[in-house]
């Protein structure tokens, strides 16, 4: 699905090289394949020497990094970040990679997920005297890392890191050292490569094979990673990591050709509309698929089928950034302008229509109205999730339940007011099956908050608005 019309986004992608003559050139083109991730704004910082240096701005990737503004960022390490603003709002400030300086040295600080007790935490320290730059949660890692009192960087990180609970893969750079971290729970995708004698980190693996960087590993849950000119160091900072990644990033936020714990998104999402079609078990002539990230599943739902896949809708991919307000009325016209049915293919046709999830369910509605009115008989929503009826506190920018209408309605009702056929939903167990990894609590196990409403981390008072404080299991 289309993430501009869905209302459901991801909040950042990272990338980091260290040792490379050309830095800033491999961040642009990282940082532009992870541009899924984040459309808002888009910034990098270079060590030049012993400076860090900075651009950022809001846009996209193509936008920010002008000829122009290339100029002033040369410098043999670099750290980068897209940004989709929730946490915080948007604006300029917010745009990351922060930038520090102090008489120590500069710290610059990326960011992907989300601190669930930021705002404790910033209430604390501005009770000591801190002062906020930004509205970002991300800038608290830079204050606790100040006032630890450890001098040496791995050390204040260490500490900071001990405080902080939520989702978050952070990429830190000094005049000497690159930090890589991920949260105990390893919620987001974080990988490492080497390319030559550098050594690169990326939200998905995706932007280390378009930099041409070999893969390594991914970084751990609770991992502390140090690279800097005498090579690669990594520590645990702290003992109770249990991995639970993110599970709808096998279904729909990472891009198609990114592996994630060794299983290639592509191939998981295939799978589900496998293990979707066994269980819609539905008579149809055609299947299709939402453009973009609902394709692998319809494919995957065509061939354990039999009934051909087709291109049913188009995805206009010229249609570039609005900068209006997305009201729900405005939405709606937004899935007209993305999405165009394909009459000569769905006329007279019974139609399979594969989604990855189901939000708010004004998409869904708009799409199943459009195929009917392009001439389709029957229109089948099969959904390769299940009901997502949880908020996600964790960097997706679904805070509340009443965004969710499975949160507030059973699939019956909601089949109604799309207007389909039939609905079906893959199940928590097809999933899992699916993608081919276990369910939290294992050894590699997965968050499947949204869908079960069990949490991986304690969930802050903060987190939550008042009215939904009942709501959240903790
Ligand atoms: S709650 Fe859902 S979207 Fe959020 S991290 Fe967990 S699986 Fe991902």
Known sequence: ???????????????????????????????????????????????????????????????????EKFKDLTGNAAIGHVRYATAGGGGIENVQPLLFRSQNGSLAVAHNGNLVNAQSLKHQLESQGSIFQTTSDTEVLAHLMKRSGFSAIKDQ??????????????????ETEMLVALDPNGLRPLSIGQLGDAYCVASETCALDIVGAEFIRDVRPGELIVINDRGIQSEPFTYSASSAICTMEYVYFSRP?????????????????????????????????????????????????????????IKNRYVGRTFIQPSQALREQGVKMKLSPVRGIVE?????????????????????????????????????????????????????????????????EIREMIGADSL?????????????????NETCGQCLACFTGNYPTEIYADTVLPHEKELVKK
Request: glycine share 12%.
């Open 348 to 412: 007279g046709k019974r139609v399979v229509m594969v989604d990855d999830s189901i939000v708010r369910g004004t998409t869904s509605r708009r799409i199943v109205a459009m195929l009917r009115e392009a001439g389709a008989t029957e229109v089948h929503v099969c959904i390769s999730s299940p009901p997502m009826k949880n908020p996600c506190f964790y960097g997706i920018d679904t805070s509340t339940h009443e965004e969710l209408i499975a949160s507030n309605h059973s699939v019956e």
């Open 257 to 313: 050709d990114s592996n994630i714990h060794g299983i290639n998104v592509h191939a998981a999402r295939k799978n589900m509309g496998k293990f979707l079609a066994r269980q819609a078990n539905i008579e149809a002539d055609v299947v299709t698929g939402v453009p973009d990230s609902s394709i692998s599943a319809a494919i995957g739902y065509a061939e354990e089928t039999g009934i051909p896949y087709e291109m049913g809708l």
């Open 157 to 174: 990180m260490k500490n900071a890191l001990t405080m902080l609970k939520g989702a978050y893969a952070f990429l830190v750079m000094t």
């Open 1 to 67: 699905m289309l993430a501009e019309i869905k209302g459901l986004n991801e909040e950042c992608g990272v990338f980091g090289i260290w040792g490379h003559k050309d830095a800033a050139q491999l961040t642009y083109y990282g940082l532009h394949s992870l541009q899924h991730r984040g459309q808002e704004g888009a910034g990098i910082v270079v060590k030049n020497g012993d400076r860090l240096q900075g651009v950022k701005g809001e846009g996209l990737v193509t936008e920010v990094f002008t000829a």
């Open 424 to 440: 079906t939903f893959l199940s928590v167990e097809g999933m899992l099956e699916a993608i081919g990894r276990p369910a939290i």
